[in-house]
Structures are given as C-alpha cells and as structure tokens.
C-alpha cells in the first residue's frame, strides 16, 4: 500500500509542516488510501485547496492541484468541474476557510448539488493564521480572538449543507480513521455535491488554550464522544449534549446534478435554437420557396 500511496505524493517536499499531534495529516493518508482503493488516474484527478493548514495538503499531493484563495476553493472547483465534466475533483478546506470566509461559496455548492466532493477539516479554529474563532467553536471556548470564552452559537455544517441542498452529507472523526476513510470513499462515489466533515484535533493553536494540550488525549476525547447515527436516533437531546454524530448523515440520489440539468437545458436551448432558425429562414424565402 506504501508503494501505491506514493503515485499520489510529492514525496521529495516531506516531512509536511504540520504540528506533531495534528489530525490533518491523519485524514489526508485515509483520503490517500482511497484513491488507491478507488483506482483514480492522477491525470482525471483534481485537488483544490483554499488557505489555511488543511490546504497545504495541495502541496503534498501529486494529482492535478489548485492551491487558491482564502474562502474561494469551491468556487474555483466549480469552475474546474464545469470545465472538465470528466475529471474527480476534491476540496480540502478548512472550518474558517469554507464555513466563514467562503460561507457563500459553501451554500450555493450544496445548492446546485454539483459533483463535486468537499472534505472540510473542522478543527474548531484559526491553525495557521493564530488561533482565531472558527464560526464551528462552542461557546465558552477560548482563542486568541475571545480570550475569556467565545459566547456565538457555533454551526452544525452538516445540518447547514444539508439544509442548503448537498445530496450527501456525513461526518467522522480522525480518532476513528477507518470509518473516516469509508465515509471520504462514499462521498466520492456518489453523484452530486458531497460534504464530509472531519473532525480533527489541533493541539497547538485550539488545544493549548482550552486545556488540552497534548494530542492523544485530544483524540481520545473525540473517540470517547462520537456516536453513530443509527445509535444518536435513540439518544434524547439531554444525551446528545457534547457528542459527535458521525457516519452518512443524509444521502439522496435522487436529487438532479448540476451538470446533467445544465446539459439539458443547453440541448433544450440548441434544439429551441436551431428551430428558430429554420422559422427565420422560411420567412426570409421568396413566395414561390415556401409551401
């Protein structure tokens, strides 16, 4: 598997820059070992990545790589999609960089449900910019930016995204990586806009500052938390306080994607188009033509 996961790397840029004890670099070998499993061809793969720790994984990463702007990755996804219908493309983004700065860009992804696939990292901050509030940080959490506790609702991104249209949603947590890797390999086998949110610890801009400094206990605590769907079900809304509900959230297959209705109706258009043409024509023709 190691031989096989090196197609995939720029193997001559490691050892990565991030923290020792940082979940990013957990999720991104699961991503990794999906396009093993998966089979993609590097050439028809495309990573597009916005601005913060989770997107220098674009660095690493020997497919085809956008390293963007700050919010933007998605829209710069549309466009790569729309432009190579046939190509898997991937966004890696952050909690920040997709849910506050590119919120917009976020919602209107999951709107038109195009086919593309969304890993967010939510690691509950600002890593690579200084320990900032992240819109996904609970109350009473402390940055660098509200140093006596954070006092916003944070958001559920997943019931946002479901909420905004994205035809499959799911949820995991680096602690669990096998089943974070099965939730990324679904989310890239189905057709439409997929959102994945990946619960990652940050030991050194979020942890160091609430108290939980060292990694392994950091995702211990995520383990310790998470709750599968199917169990959450059965859980009233007192037990569910300060858990993680993770697995496949929402999937409809039913729902059109984007390229497919743009297709139609741009050959609804031709059709209606070339019509018209032939309706110009005959009125243009002499008397005697018509008939």
């Given at each position: 598997m190691t031989l096989q996961i090196e197609q995939y790397l720029h193997?001559?840029?490691?050892?990565?820059?991030?923290?020792?004890?940082?979940?990013?670099?957990?999720?991104?070998?699961?991503?990794?070992?999906?396009?093993?499993?998966?089979g993609l061809e590097r050439e028809n793969t495309v990573v597009v990545s916005g601005i913060g720790c989770s997107s220098r994984a674009a660095n690493y990463l020997d497919v085809g790589t956008v390293h963007s702007i700050h919010g933007r990755a998605l829209a710069v996804a549309t466009g790569v999609k729309m432009a190579r219908p046939g190509f898997k493309v991937v966004v890696f983004t952050g909690d920040g960089d997709a849910a506050a700065i590119g919120g917009n860009h976020l919602i209107h992804a999951c709107r038109r449900n195009i086919d593309i696939t969304c890993i967010l990292f939510n690691n509950q901050t600002y890593g690579m910019t200084g320990g900032q509030t992240?819109?996904?940080?609970?109350?009473?959490?402390?940055?660098?930016?509200?140093?006596?506790?954070?006092?916003?609702r944070p958001f559920d991104l997943c019931r946002l995204t479901q909420a905004a249209g994205a035809s499959?949603?799911?949820?995991?947590?680096a602690a669990n990586i096998r089943e974070m890797?099965?939730?990324?390999?679904?989310?890239?086998?189905?057709?439409?806009?997929?959102?994945?949110e990946a619960v990652v610890p940050c030991?050194?801009?979020?942890?160091?500052?609430n108290g939980m400094s060292n990694p392994?206990?950091?995702?211990?605590?995520?383990?310790?938390?998470?709750?599968?769907v199917v169990k959450a079900a059965k859980m009233s809304p007192e037990e569910l306080q300060g858990k993680i509900v993770t697995g496949v959230l929402h999937?409809?297959?039913s729902a059109p994607e984007f390229q497919q209705v743009y297709a139609a109706a741009a050959a609804l258009q031709a059709e209606a188009t070339e019509a018209q043409s032939q309706v110009d024509d005959l009125v243009k023709a002499p008397a005697g033509d018509k008939g």
């Open positions: 193997t001559e840029r490691l050892p990565h820059i991030w923290c020792p004890g940082c979940g990013l670099g957990i999720v991104t070998g699961a991503f990794l070992r999906v396009l093993v499993d998966l992240a819109p996904t940080m609970n109350v009473g959490d402390r940055s660098t930016t509200a140093r006596h506790g954070q006092i916003e499959f949603v799911a949820r995991g947590v890797e099965k939730l990324i390999k679904r989310g890239m086998q189905h057709v439409g806009f997929s959102f994945v030991p050194t801009e979020f942890g160091r500052r392994i206990n950091m995702l211990e605590d995520a383990r310790a938390r998470a709750v599968s999937e409809d297959e």
